[in-house]
Structure formats: C-alpha cells, structure tokens
C-alpha cells in the first residue's frame, strides 16, 4: 500500500509539474499578444502616443537634427545598397538627421525590395522610427506597397528576381500591419485575390493572372493567425494539454471579422482545390515515370520530348506538393492522401529499371503466377548471386590504376547506390502502352534493315573496333614491354579459363591494372571471340563486361555494337554454314541481356528478326535465344505481355511452317524452357488440430527437456500423469513423433531425452519397444538411400540409440546388431546352396569388397554412424564381456574402412578420435581394475600376488591394422572358431551375454534411483557417468579367471561379499522405487478424495441458496 500511494504522488506531482508548464507557455502566448497589440495601438494614427512623439520630433528639428544634405544622401544610397550594417546604420542615423525632405526617396528605396527576407525585420524597425516622426511617411509607403503589389508581375525576362521580391513584400506589408503603420485591412482580400489569380484591376487590360501558389504559401505562412485567424498546431497541442477549448487559448487575429471570413473562406477552398490539383499531379507524375521507366528498360533510352514532359510534370507535383505542405501545416490540415500509380492486375508485379548496362536489373519482381522463390529470376540463390552480386572494382583497386579522378569514382559510387535504391524501391507499374509490340517491331525492322545493308558479314565487327580511337603509342621502355607482355597472357590464357565467378572476379582485378585505351580494344577484341567450341564462357565473358563496363562504358558499348552487327551479318546467310558461331553469338547477347549490360528490346528484336525467316538455322537461333534469356524475361513485369505474344507467334508459326521433327522438338523444348506447365498443387493434408493433451505432452518433450534449468524427473512426473490409455489422445504416439523431431533438430538435448525415456520404460515398455523400431526403420531407410540431406538428421537418430543404452533403455546386443548391419548390409556373399548343408545354407556371410550400389567405394556416410554411435555409449564397452565384442567389431570395421579407395581428411580425423578415445578409455578401465585387484590382495596379507599394473596396461588394446592382408586373416580366425564351435554353447553364451546386460540394466537403474533426489541435470549425469560395480566385478572375474593358478580360495571371499553387497543395494533401490511410486500413488488419491469431497460438499449448499 506504501509503494502504491508513493507512485501515485509521483504521479500526480508529474501530472502537477506538466499542467504549471502548460499554463506557463498560455501565458506567455498572452503575454505576445498583449505586447502586439500594446504596439499596434502606439503606431495607429489616431494613437496619442504617436502624436506626442511627433509632436517631440517636430520641436527638436531646429536644435537637435541635423540637415546635413550628404549625409542624408549617403542615408538613401545605404538603404539601396541593402546590407545588414547598413540598415543598422540607418536605424541610429535616423535619430539625429533630418530627412523630412527625403521622404519620396526612402520610400522608393524601401518599395524597390533589394534587402533580403532575413533583412525585414531590421527594416520594420526602421519604418517604425520614420513612422513616428514623418507623417508623411505613412501614406507614401502604403500606397507605394499596394501599387506594387496588385501590378501584374514583370516577366522573367525582365526581372527573374520578380516573384522572390513579392514574397518579401507580401511579408513586409504584413509585418507593417501587425505593428499598425498599415492600416486597410480590405487590401488583404484584394492581394489574395489577386495571388489567387481572381482578381483584375479595372485600369489593367491584361489577361487574369495564373495562380501564384508560392505567393499563396507565403501569405498565409505570416498572416495565418493575425489575418485569417487560424489557431497554431502549438496553440491546440496546448489547449488539449491544459483541457480548454480552441477558442478559449489567446489569438493574435486583429483584422475585422468580414476580412477574417472572407479570406478564410477563400484559403479553404484553394486548399481543398489545391489537394486535388495535387493528387492528380502526382498521378500524371507517376503514370509519365512508370511509362519512360519502361521505355528505357526495354529501348535502353528514351526521347527527348518525353524527358520534358517528365521533368515539367515532376516539378509541377514538387510545386504542388511544397504549397499544399505549407498550408496544411499553417491551417492545421491533414495532406491529402497520395495513392500510387495503379497496378497490374496481379498484385506483387513490380518495376526495375535498365541503367544502361552499370549495373543491370538488381531488384525485379516476378510475373503475374508465376512463384519465383528467393533466387528470383534466376532460379536459385547462387545463380542470381552470379548474375547480381557483381564486385566493387573501386574498393578493390586503387583510383589511380583505373585512370579517374577521385571525384569520379565518388560520383560513379552515388550513381550505382541510387540505381542500386532506386530498383529495390521500385515498385510502381503502369499502364502498359498498346503500341509497344508494334512499335518495337517497327523499330526492329529499321534496324534490322540498315545492318543489312550497311553489313556484309560478322567479321566487320572487329575491324571497327579496331579502327576506332587511337591506339597508345609504344616507347619501348622494358617497363611497357612487361606490361603488354602481361596482359597478352591474361588475354590468351587467364580469360579461357574463366569458367567461374571467382575467376572471372579474379581476371577483373588483373585487368584493372594493366588499364590503358589500347588494352581496353584488346580486351573487347578477345571478349567478342569466344573460343570454339566453348558457348559455356559466354555466361563468364558477359559477367566481365558487366563488372568492368560499370567503370569503362564504352567496353560494353563496343562490343554490343560489334556483337549486333555479326549477328545480322551472319542472318543474311541463308545456309547452315557456322551455326555453332551463331548460336554462339545469340547466347552471348542473351547473358548480356540478364547481366543488364544490354536492354531487352535487343532481345525482342531478334526475335522478331529470326521469326520472320523462321527456316533452317533461324530455327535453331530461336531456339537457343529463348533457352538463354526467354524465362528472364517472361519473369520481368514490363516484358512479360510481350514475351508472352512472341511465345503464342512462335506456336503459331511452328503449326504452320513444316518443320522436321528435330525443329519441332527444340522448338518445343525452348517454349517449356520458358514457360514452364503449370503443376496441379497437391493440397496438403487436412492436419488434425492438437488437443491440449497433445500439446503438453509435445511442450514437455520438446521445451522443458530442452531446458538446463528443468528436471528430467519433473518431467517423467508430469508425463505419467497424462491419460496414456486414452485411445484418442494416443499420448505415445505423440511422445515418440516428439523425441524423433528432436532427435533431428537438438542434438544437445538427446541425454535429457533418453533419460526421461528411460524412467518412463518402467512405466510404459512399448513406447521404447515403438521408438526403438522407427529408429531401425528410418536407419534402414538411410542404407537403401544415402541421400546427403539425410545424413545430419540419421546421425541425431543413432546418437538418440546410444544415449538410450547408456541409460539403460536398450541393450547392448540391439547396439551390436546395428553396428554389424550399419558396415555389412549390401554386401552380403551369396553361398551355394548345392554344395552345403542346408543348415550352412541358412547363414549369411559378408564382405565389405563385395560391391553394391548402395554403399559406393567412395561413400563413408557408414563409417559416420558408427563413429557417432561408438562416441555416444562406446565407453561401456571398454571393460566386461563386452569388450570382447567392441575388439571384434572393430576389427571388422577396419576391414570395411580399408576396402574404401579414399577417405576425407574430416572423417579420417574422425575415425582416428573415435579409436583413440576408445583406447584411452579401455586402457583406464584395464588400470583401474588392476588396482582394485591389488587393493584386495594388500588386505588378504598376500603382498605377493600383487602385479604391476603398468604390465596390464602396456601395448595396444584395440589392434589397428594397416593392410587387408593382416585384417583378413584375423577375421578368417574368428570365422574358423565359430564353425569348430557347436550351437549348443553358442546359445549358452548368449544366455550368459543377456545375464550380464540385466546386471548392467540392474546397476545404470541404481544409478538412476541414487541420483533421482536431485533435480538439476548435471546430477543425473554425473550419476550416469559413475562406474557400475557390475562392470568391476566383471573385470574381477576376468582377472581371477587369468591368475586362477596363482589365487587361493581365500581371495574370494571378499569378491562375494562385494558381490552380494551390491546385490543387497540393488535390492533396496528397487523397494524404495517401488515405496516412492506406492507413496505417489497415495497423494495423488488423497488429493483427488479432497477434492472430490469438496465438490460434493458445495453442491448441497448450492441448491439450499437457490
């Protein structure tokens, strides 16, 4: 209650301190407006004030003022000359001279408007002091005003400072107002109609005058509140705070309620007119912006009389915009709301405009229904990143090297960042012109036809470039010999090998230093000859371009040129001869195209050109252009009608024409190639919603295990307490589709997961019996089809195994069967079934140099699991009978290791961790042991028997072989053994294997019932971390088995009463597991009694009140 009341004091102190602060500023804004009208009514003419400082004037002419005549020239000229000091200079001249006779001059001066806006302050001041003690001073400067400012404007021609000097006169005559030198409110509504083009002096003959609309804005940015009367943003923000009404706050209005009215009804409806010439301002704007951004996107430029027209409508909105901007602010208005241009009937459709090959199309949205994902046009990410991630050669190579200034490459930086903005924020499409297709078409044919007639063929294209420009003369200085002897080889030899974005941004880099003129006509010279056979380099070669033509224009220039007339040269041959170098050629205007490097009208008009011979060759051409850069653009927005009329012309003309069927199929082939067939979406599967059930129990699997603050055995809790008889929760299934998506997803939270599976197999045995089966599955799913997207999630899958049997929730034989399957399956060695016995037919060999298609020679995804599987749950099988098993399988490991032809260095790191980590385990296991064994023999009083434990441990434990021969022959030896060996003993020792992995479960169980007190993680861990003294007593037995010779029958003795120790502490474990879930039974039955009794109790008493 204390806290509360003290926030509510501060509360109210703020609230206090806000409402003083607002009440100070309404003072002071009183406190102005006394002060105007304290000086206004000094300066009126019927003032006494004013007739008594005339009056002073008047008497002190004769003794105190001076009638200097050249001082009183230098005051005129001064006002003239309209500087900050000289006004000053007047304002304290004024007091001492006598300028009665000057008047005529001053207020020509002062009419004539040079000073600034920044000056009119400083020369109401002066008027002021005039006004006190000329009398004459009054009328002359007010009808001097009044004709200036209702003349008709001069032209531009005439003064271009006109309109400049009628705003400052505007505001100088409402300056003057204010303090009360002018005095005829009435002028107001003659200036403003005069401003707003309505109004035509009766002796003017002229034609009415457009709208002034900055005269407009100036008028009522200073005359808002004493003239029209409108109250201030600020004046309201403060009556809203204070609570008051607008009409209540202080207002500055002084001119007569008629002039008020008037102009406030003229301003209303010249904004009201003023917002819709705006918007359809910004229309017309937009629509002329959309349309030449089309026109230079697909013609690469656009003419001089729609640049105009776009520049005259952009400042016309600009305009527009200010003015309404102005007065909205004064008024206290909203702005209008300004809708962009219409779109296209599909939503999304964008705009990106051609730059005129510095940079490309950066930013272009896709076509009406068509899904383009995040590669864009381009398909994929790498490839857009290719065709659009094009290197700064500016950052990468100094300035000078490239041959500009600073101020260029600073210039060059801004153009790139605004076209680079420009087509990301580029998203206004307008209507598309109906004339375009046959406008283009007409301007190909023109084209088309003067390179034929001028063009013989592609190899003039060479020679111009050659002939063009001059060529840097050669001193012979060995410094010039190296460097021409530098870039022959980076053009014969570094640019063929440019077959990637790295090389290609590699051989830019060169180049850049090696820049001359004469190198730059090299380079076109070896761009426009591509090698033959190579089309592929046409992608790289335009990539360079691209990259090197945003600092060299002419580059790209040169060579589109060259490019465009080998390609019509080339269409005048009507034979099949060099089609190869014109398919060639057509590919590499088609990349040119993509990089931007070239409009797509380019495009379109060889396509034109090509279907309208549409034979033989033109075919193929076709064909090739549409495969390049055809699904580019259909993708584009303001090309995709059009690419859409060329493909519906091609259909059309293939029907026609009789074409083999060769033609026919690439024709077909390049028509998918850009328009591919719509695919019937498959609708997803109505998914069942969750219940809450269900979604608890998915919360606890996959959050609160997740989480290092949380129990596992809070969790178990809360697990068992869910309806898991219930058939239509199916809590089991829900539990096990969680366990499996962490499994895949977080892999650092498998321990937590296989232990809460582990307490719950107690409790629910065919949950892991379930688990365990979709985990074989979906691991043999990943032997039939390694794929490598899979393999990150089937390493979480094994690892979840392996930490299932370290808690003790598999056994170790299900472990071991999956390691032999994981290494053998595929290769199994058929038998003869002929030759042997039937039993011996019955069973499988296998060989890991048995080939098969589903475990290649070069694929270690095998070698991987078993790696995760041994360094999830490996350290176990270092001590006991286990161990036997670990050595074996890793001797057949290694033979399937040394039958692969090559292994990667990450995994061999990997194989070779896992084997050492193995090692070094079993080595401590062997040691520790040992020790145990001595620490027995020292309390039996036989310090004989002891045995240095460096000898258990020396050598290798694990064998690692080099060869197959060695490895081979090992396994050759397991194999003999077995056959000697009959069934019976097999199956004997099975039993004994099952009866030491129950002891093992028995010991991790224990483990886990000792640590279930504690509820952090660590704590469980480090329980399931500690040495089960099942496997020391396995050791023990191994050890007592080899010095069985050398013991007697008094050492073991303590070894059965340790065994029967840990017999006893199994047993107690497991009652106090059993005695704290009967416990947990009891509470939750006493609660639900409690509860129940409570219900039954309120019922009574319910119907009783009612």
């Given amino acids: 209650k204390k806290a509360s009341s003290l926030s509510n004091m501060t509360n109210f102190e703020q609230d206090f301190e806000l409402q003083l602060e607002v009440l100070a500023q309404i003072d002071a804004i009183s406190k102005e407006r006394d002060d105007l009208l304290l000086q206004r009514s000094t300066n009126l003419p019927i003032s006494p004030a004013l007739k008594a400082a005339r009056a002073e004037h008047e008497s002190s002419k004769r003794s105190a003022l001076k009638s200097d005549l050249k001082k009183s020239n230098a005051f005129v000229k001064r006002l003239r000359a309209v500087t900050v000091e000289g006004i000053q200079q007047c304002i304290r001249e004024t007091e001492n001279l006598n300028l009665s006779l000057f008047i005529s001059e001053i207020v020509g001066a002062i009419a004539s408007t040079l000073f600034k806006a920044t000056d009119v302050n400083n020369m109401v001041k002066l008027c002021i002091l005039l006004h006190r003690r000329y ?53 107001f509504c003659q200036l403003l109609r ?27 940015k200073y005359g808002s509140e004493v003239l029209i009367g409108f109250t201030s943003k600020k004046v309201c923000d403060l009556a809203a705070k204070a609570g008051r009404p607008v009409e209540s706050m202080p207002s500055k209005t002084i001119a007569s309620t008629k002039v008020v009215n008037e102009l406030k009804m003229m301003i209303n409806d010249t904004f009201n007119q003023l917002c819709e010439d705006l918007v359809k301002a910004h229309k017309q704007f937009r629509n002329k912006e959309s349309r030449s951004e089309k026109d230079k996107a697909m013609h690469g430029s656009i003419t001089e009389q729609k640049q105009v027209e776009l520049d005259n409508a952009k400042r016309l909105y600009e305009r527009l915009f200010a003015v309404v901007t102005s007065l909205a602010e004064c008024m206290n208005q909203k702005m209008p709301v300004l809708v962009e241009a219409e779109k296209d009937e599909e939503e999304g459709k964008g705009m990106s405009v051609w730059d005129g090959g510095s940079g490309g199309l950066n930013v272009i949205s896709h076509a009406a229904g068509e899904e383009v994902g995040s590669g864009g046009l381009f398909g994929d990410p790498e490839t857009r990143s290719f065709y659009e991630d094009l290197p700064d050669m500016l950052s990468l190579v100094p300035i000078s090297v490239l041959g500009i200034t600073p101020e260029q490459a600073v210039t060059l930086k801004e153009e790139w960042e605004q076209r680079k903005n420009k087509s990301r924020s580029a998203s206004i499409s307008g209507e598309t012109e109906a004339n375009d297709s046959s406008a283009a078409g007409s301007g190909s044919g023109a084209t088309g036809g003067a390179d034929d007639n001028t063009l013989d063929d592609g190899g003039a294209a060479s020679t111009g470039i050659e002939a063009d420009g001059e060529v840097d003369a050669d001193d012979g200085t060995p410094a010039d010999q190296s460097k021409h002897a530098k870039l022959n080889v980076l053009l ?95 590919r590499y205007q088609g990349e040119l195209i993509k990089f931007g490097v070239a409009p797509p009208i380019v495009a379109f008009r060889m396509l034109d050109a090509l279907m309208k011979e549409f034979t033989q060759h033109s075919v193929d051409l076709l064909a090739a252009l549409l495969e390049t850069c055809g699904r580019y653009l259909y993708l584009l927005s303001f090309t995709h009608d059009k690419m859409n009329d060329v493909l519906e012309t091609m259909l059309r003309l293939r029907r026609a024409k009789n074409l083999d069927l060769r033609q026919q199929t690439i024709l077909e082939s390049a028509y998918f190639a850009v328009k591919p067939p719509e695919r019937e979406r498959n609708g997803g599967k109505d998914k069942t919603p969750l219940s809450v059930v269900q979604q608890y129990a998915r919360f606890l699997i996959s959050q609160k295990l997740d989480d290092p603050k949380s129990s596992v055995e809070q969790v178990i809790k809360c697990l068992r307490r869910l309806p898991w008889q219930s058939s239509e929760e199916n809590i089991q299934l829900h539990v096990i589709k969680a366990v499996l998506k962490m499994a895949r997803t977080k892999y650092v939270s498998l321990p937590n997961i296989a232990d809460c599976l582990s307490g719950l197999s107690k409790y629910y045995p065919n949950l892991v019996i379930e688990l365990v089966d979709r985990i074989l599955e979906e691991v043999q799913r990943g032997l039939d089809s390694p794929y490598k997207r899979e393999i990150q999630r089937l390493l979480g899958v094994v690892r979840l195994l392996g930490e299932m049997y370290n808690f003790a929730a598999v056994s170790s034989a299900l472990v071991f069967e999956l390691l032999y399957h994981i290494i053998n399956f595929g290769h199994d060695v058929p038998l003869p079934t002929a030759s042997v016995p039937h039993q011996a037919a019955q069973s499988i060999k296998y060989d890991p140099r048995v080939p098969t298609d589903v475990d290649p020679a070069n694929d270690l995804f095998r070698a991987q699991l078993v790696c995760e599987i041994l360094n999830t749950c490996g350290m176990y099988y270092v001590r006991g009978l286990t161990k036997e098993k670990l050595n074996r399988f890793l001797v057949y490991f290694q033979r399937y290791l040394l039958t692969k032809q090559f292994i990667p260095l990450h995994i061999e790191f990997a194989i070779l961790d896992t084997f050492d980590s193995l090692e070094e385990l079993a080595r401590e296991a062997a040691l520790e042991s040992q020790m145990k064994a001595s620490s027995r023999a020292a309390k039996s009083e036989e310090s004989n028997s002891k045995v240095d434990a460096s000898s258990v441990v020396s050598g290798t434990i694990f064998t ?18 077995n056959a000697v060996q009959p069934t019976q003993p097999d199956k004997d020792d099975d039993e004994d294997d099952d009866a030491d992995e129950d002891e093992e479960d028995d010991s991790k169980a224990q483990s886990r019932d000792t640590s279930e007190a504690s509820s952090s993680r660590s704590s469980l861990t480090d329980a399931q971390s500690l040495p089960d003294d099942d496997y020391d007593s396995e050791e023990d037995d191994e050890d007592d088995d080899g010095s069985e010779n050398n013991d007697d029958d008094d050492e073991l003795a303590p070894e059965e009463d340790d065994e029967n120790e840990d017999l006893s502490e199994r047993e107690a474990a497991r009652m106090l597991e059993k005695m704290r879930i009967v416990e947990e039974d009891d509470e939750f039955e006493r609660a639900f009694k409690h509860v129940l009794q409570d219900s039954l109790s309120s019922a009574p008493s319910a119907a009783s009140s009612s």
């Avoid at 007010?142 to 531009?156: D, M, Y």
């Avoid at 690692?960 to 053994?977: L, P």
């Fill in 492 to 586: 014969t030899e570094k640019l063929p090998e440019c077959v990637n974005r790295a090389k290609v941004d590699e051989f830019c880099t060169s180049y850049c230093y090696l820049n001359t003129k004469s190198a730059r006509k090299k380079l076109i010279t070896s761009l426009i000859k591509v090698p033959r056979g190579r089309s592929e380099l046409a992608a790289t070669y335009s990539r360079i371009v691209a990259i090197l033509s945003r600092i060299f224009p002419e580059i790209a220039t040169q060579l589109m040129d060259a490019l465009r007339r080998e390609f019509y040269g080339m269409l005048k041959t009507k034979n099949q001869s060099n089609v190869e170098n014109k398919i060639k050629n057509v």
């Fill in 960 to 977: 690692r072989f080099e060869n197959m021969e060695d490895v081979q022959a090992v396994i050759d030896s397991y194999e003999d053994i």
């Fill in 135 to 187: 009398e004459d001073f009054c009328e002359a400067i007010c009808s001097s005003i009044k004709t200036s400012l209702l003349s008709p404007p001069p032209t531009v021609e005439d003064d271009p400072d006109a309109g400049k000097k009628k705003r400052i006169q505007i505001r100088f005559v409402i300056e003057l107002y204010q303090i009360g030198i002018f005095t005829d409110d009435e002028f």
């Fill in 194 to 220: 005069n401003l707003l083009g309505k109004y035509r002096p009766s002796n003017v003959a002229t034609a009415r005058q457009p709208m002034d609309l900055q005269g407009v804005s100036t008028f009522v």
